[in-house]
């Protein structure tokens, strides 16, 4: 269904088609960022987020998919709706190493430059250090693959699965030390920040397996990494250490967060305003 609401001088277009899938808290977090900066400018144009089958004045939707892919050794790119998100005017994207990457490829780069990284902080308060509650140990956050599962059956956790409102999985994850993030299959190596930073802003420890320009990610510091094969033993001196890495990973992780999310909403303000100069001098 579109829904359409009036704020301040903005005609907003948004859907609810993302209900009940994990894609709907990230959906959800980036309309409530465009309704507060839309209360916040005069923006007095027609705006489109996520309905492609309507075109506005100001058309935006989001890349949720894998772009990193590799294959017999060689990089390529895969991008989800290519064709129709190129054809926007803006594409937000989940993914900072995603956008690094694509950066990449020369012929990538008039997408690139309409393409703004907005991070899923989907959780408004400061991360919770209390580790009171944190009485179990691992717990993960993914779809069943065979690449998973080979580590998984020798290695005691727990998985949340079809569990997708932000407040049943912070419930479920206040109960763990750490979360596990393990790519699905060998070819993908795109960063899953819409499972991973929502988890980290919990107050979790997040052991990741390392992915391409790991650097680009603004919270990377706040992550222990480690590669596939180490996972098993990275994972074990973190539990034998837990006091040590809480307090060496998710130090500052609060004002990290902060920054990011200012950063975010200056980079999605100026593109508004870039729009308007770019609108006003073509009529």
Known sequence: MIINEFINKT???YTDKYQSSN????????????KKIFSEEDIPYEVNFGIDNLKKNINLDFQYEH???????TFEYSIYRYDYLNSVDCVFEYSSNNLRFQSTFNELSDYVRKVIYVPPLIYDDNVILNTNSRINDVITIHNFSKRRSDFYNNFKHENISNVFDKKSIREILNNYKILLNIHQIDEHLSFEEIRVLPALSTGILVISEDVPFKEEIPYHEHIVWCSYENMKKTTEDVLNNYEYYRQKKLTGLSDTIKNIKENS????????????TFYNSAV
């Open 11 to 13: 005609d907003f277009y």
């Open 67 to 73: 772009t990193i892919i590799k294959k017999n050794n």
């Open 265 to 276: 909403h200056k980079k999605i303000k100026s593109f508004f305003k870039n729009y308007d």
């Open 23 to 34: 894609l709907e808290e990230y959906y959800t977090y980036i309309v409530s960022t465009l």
